[in-house]
């Protein structure tokens, strides 16, 4: 039976390759978690508290993450005029009809407690004069509840986090462990647990410094790898941004759901170089306005919130303007605060404009669209819990419900610290009550493939897919530009598989094909929708469908 399912796997590339001469090293823990951002270290930290041996993985170095380029910071009722109703409303419309109403208030009143447990760790959020929290306001939000540590959010958040982590004696991180698949029951041809289906055995992760796949045993498993951005050509996300944990799960059978909403920042800084740094929408929330390229502000034409409208309406305006005017951007300006005040509440953006000769006090800041956040992904309930046994995922990697058809800004970090609370919770409780049973994960052997001399194969493909992407999935899309996308996807998508069975796995191979198995579930989500709401926006179907569903691919058989 193990040979027919392994050749069946085999024949679309999703099978572990575990069949072969070489046998590499391997390790065991509780859990594995994948991902150095909030979601992971929240999650290793929290659930290292209950005593159980946590191994934290992560492809780069630790502070390496998309949590270390947040710069808005995490949505919480705090103020005395701002309540948990009116979070959710304001969540329930920037969802456009798609959230998960019960979720995004469980989310949201679990805030202040989960705040509270940052600002202990050493979480030095801005303050005003009077040390009350200096409370930002972003778009789509009725009331001023960003906490933040300057512009400087994201990286607060991580340094406090890592130092947590960096005491804590039964967590221990692996740097520049790249994760590849994850390892089943099925996988290794032992069958449901029980009875009671598949479940987790452990990962293979590549080892990139040393060269080596490690095989990790582990009876839990958690995806926080982040999102998807390098799937595009101008994204605000950092290179590790491949969706891994979401090709991973798929691979092992997991719902994926809504990924055709990928949300485009509106306000990425625009340089001829194709670099997309992010300017936060709290500049937004200053004051700062949108001006069409000959200097005309339009945003009040789009929505009665104007310039602090949900990202999807302003990115979608801002496209249109482009598209009218043929521009290659248009402008923010903030040019009414004073320097000293911006310098002081944005120092990271400041000095990045400054580098690309734009000072914020007293010039125009070209902007555009850029990929910047999934709202779908991994399906996941409100404790981190997947549909198989053991595989937890949070963060950006997963679907929760929460945001619905579009992102509200900076509930992202809040969903993250939430669900890894609620994860730790639940994988206790499976620990204590179904953890592992002693199976053997089989060890990973590369068998006679070779070092390839090929790579420009894995450039000129890479390249191919986010150029793809860009033209025919990006903000406006139509079902001809989504067919011609799916296509092209298909066909690299067999080119990888076979490079991948014929050489020894490297880094760059091992995120193309997550990429490609990501960007074929945007489309293939795509295809489901026939309207146009939130994020996904079709002119084949310009209107909102009465029938709210969500899409969803899971991996069938060859």
Same mark, same amino acid.
């Given at each position: 039976? +193990?040979?027919?399912?392994?050749?069946?796997?085999?024949?679309?590339?999703?099978?572990?390759?575990?069949?072969?001469?070489?046998?590499?090293?391997?390790?065991?823990?509780?859990?594995?978690?994948?991902?150095?951002?909030?979601?992971?270290?929240?999650?290793?930290?929290?659930?290292? /508290?209950?005593?159980?041996?946590?191994?934290?993985?992560?492809?780069?170095?630790?502070?390496?993450?998309?949590?270390?380029?947040?710069?808005? *910071?995490?949505?919480?009722?705090?103020?005395?005029?701002?309540?948990?109703?009116?979070?959710?409303?304001?969540?329930?419309?920037?969802?456009?009809?798609?959230?998960?109403?019960?979720?995004?208030?469980?989310?949201?009143?679990?805030?202040?407690?989960?705040? #509270?447990?940052?600002?202990?760790?050493?979480?030095?959020?801005?303050?005003?004069?009077?040390?009350?929290?200096?409370?930002?306001?972003?778009?789509?939000?009725?009331?001023? #509840?960003?906490?933040?540590?300057?512009?400087?959010t994201g990286a607060a958040i991580e340094d406090a986090l890592l130092s947590e982590v960096a005491r804590d004696g039964r967590i221990v991180v692996r740097e520049h462990f790249l994760a590849i698949d994850v390892v089943t029951r099925a996988h290794a041809g032992l069958?449901?647990?029980?009875?009671?289906?598949?479940? !987790?055995?452990?990962? %293979?992760? @590549?080892?990139?410094?040393?060269?080596?796949? !490690?095989? +990790? $045993?582990?009876? !839990?498993?958690?995806?926080?790898?982040?999102?998807?951005?390098?799937? %595009?050509?101008?994204?605000?996300?950092?290179?590790?941004?491949?969706?891994?944990?979401?090709?991973?799960?798929f691979r092992a059978g997991v719902p994926v759901c809504n990924m055709e909403f990928v949300q485009f920042h509106p306000t990425a800084l625009f340089t001829r170089d194709g670099g997309r740094s992010l300017i936060s929408e709290a500049v937004r929330g200053e004051g700062?306005?949108?001006?069409?390229?000959?200097?005309?502000?339009?945003?009040? #034409?789009?929505?009665?919130?104007?310039?602090?409208?949900?990202?999807?309406?302003?990115?979608?305006?801002?496209?249109?303007?482009?598209?009218?005017?043929?521009?290659?951007?248009?402008? +923010?300006?903030?040019?009414? #605060?004073?320097?000293?005040?911006?310098?002081?509440?944005?120092?990271?953006?400041?000095?990045?404009?400054?580098?690309?000769?734009?000072?914020?006090?007293?010039?125009?800041?070209?902007?555009?669209?850029?990929?910047? %956040?999934?709202?779908?992904?991994?399906?996941?309930?409100?404790?981190?819990?997947?549909?198989?046994?053991?595989? %937890?995922?949070?963060?950006?990697?997963?679907?929760?419900?929460?945001?619905?058809?579009?992102?509200?800004?900076?509930?992202?970090?809040?969903?993250?610290?939430? +669900?890894?609370?609620?994860?730790?919770?639940?994988?206790?409780?499976?620990?204590?009550?179904?953890?592992?049973?002693?199976?053997? !994960?089989?060890?990973? $052997?590369?068998?006679?493939?070779?070092?390839?001399? /090929?790579?420009?194969?894995?450039?000129?493909?890479?390249?191919?897919l986010r150029q793809a992407m860009w033209d025919y999935v990006g903000i406006v899309r139509t079902t001809k530009r989504l067919l011609r996308a799916q296509a092209r996807i298909r066909a690299l998508e067999r080119e990888i598989v076979e490079y991948y069975w014929n050489?020894?796995?490297?880094?760059?191979? @091992? /995120?193309?094909?997550? @990429?490609?198995?990501?960007?074929?579930?945007?489309?293939?989500?795509?295809?489901?929708? /026939?309207?146009?709401? *939130?994020?996904?926006?079709?002119?084949?179907?310009?209107?909102?469908?009465?029938?709210?569903?969500?899409?969803?691919?899971?991996?069938?058989?060859?």
């Amino acid at each position: 039976m +193990l040979a027919r399912v392994f050749s069946a796997f085999q024949r679309v590339g999703v099978f572990p390759r575990f069949a072969g001469m070489s046998k590499f090293s391997s390790e065991s823990s509780d859990v594995i978690v994948v991902g150095s951002g909030i979601a992971g270290l929240s999650f290793a930290l929290k659930i290292a /508290e209950r005593g159980w041996r946590v191994m934290l993985i992560t492809k780069k170095g630790s502070a390496e993450s998309n949590t270390n380029h947040a710069q808005g *910071g995490i949505a919480c009722v705090m103020g005395a005029e701002d309540d948990f109703d009116a979070h959710v409303r304001d969540t329930l419309e920037a969802g456009d009809g798609l959230c998960d109403a019960a979720v995004a208030r469980a989310i949201i009143e679990a805030a202040p407690e989960r705040v #509270r447990e940052l600002v202990a760790l050493g979480v030095a959020f801005s303050a005003d004069g009077g040390g009350r929290p200096d409370l930002g306001r972003e778009g789509g939000h009725s009331h001023r #509840r960003i906490l933040h540590v300057r512009d400087l959010t994201g990286a607060a958040i991580e340094d406090a986090l890592l130092s947590e982590v960096a005491r804590d004696g039964r967590i221990v991180v692996r740097e520049h462990f790249l994760a590849i698949d994850v390892v089943t029951r099925a996988h290794a041809g032992l069958g449901g647990e029980g009875g009671g289906g598949d479940a !987790v055995l452990g990962l %293979y992760a @590549l080892d990139t410094r040393r060269g080596g796949v !490690v095989t +990790l $045993r582990a009876p !839990v498993v958690v995806l926080a790898t982040g999102g998807v951005g390098q799937v %595009y050509p101008f994204t605000t996300n950092p290179d590790i941004a491949t969706g891994d944990g979401i090709a991973m799960a798929f691979r092992a059978g997991v719902p994926v759901c809504n990924m055709e909403f990928v949300q485009f920042h509106p306000t990425a800084l625009f340089t001829r170089d194709g670099g997309r740094s992010l300017i936060s929408e709290a500049v937004r929330g200053e004051g700062a306005v949108l001006r069409d390229f000959g200097g005309d502000t339009f945003m009040a #034409r789009y929505h009665a919130l104007a310039d602090l409208a949900p990202r999807d309406v302003v990115a979608r305006a801002m496209d249109n303007e482009m598209k009218k005017s043929g521009s290659p951007h248009v402008w +923010l300006d903030i040019r009414g #605060r004073a320097e000293a005040d911006l310098r002081a509440r944005f120092p990271h953006i400041f000095e990045t404009c400054l580098r690309h000769g734009v000072n914020m006090a007293r010039d125009l800041i070209p902007v555009v669209p850029a990929a910047h %956040y999934l709202c779908g992904g991994v399906r996941t309930g409100l404790n981190a819990e997947t549909s198989l046994a053991g595989l %937890y995922a949070c963060g950006e990697v997963a679907c929760t419900g929460l945001h619905g058809a579009n992102r509200l800004a900076s509930n992202s970090l809040l969903e993250a610290v939430v +669900l890894a609370h609620n994860g730790a919770v639940a994988a206790d409780a499976f620990l204590r009550t179904r953890g592992g049973d002693g199976a053997v !994960v089989p060890d990973w $052997r590369d068998g006679n493939v070779s070092d390839s001399d /090929e790579r420009v194969v894995l450039t000129h493909n890479w390249n191919e897919l986010r150029q793809a992407m860009w033209d025919y999935v990006g903000i406006v899309r139509t079902t001809k530009r989504l067919l011609r996308a799916q296509a092209r996807i298909r066909a690299l998508e067999r080119e990888i598989v076979e490079y991948y069975w014929n050489f020894k796995v490297e880094p760059s191979l @091992l /995120e193309l094909r997550n @990429l490609t198995q990501v960007a074929g579930l945007i489309v293939d989500c795509a295809l489901q929708r /026939e309207e146009s709401r *939130g994020l996904h926006h079709t002119l084949d179907f310009p209107a909102k469908s009465p029938c709210l569903r969500d899409t969803c691919v899971v991996k069938t058989q060859a």
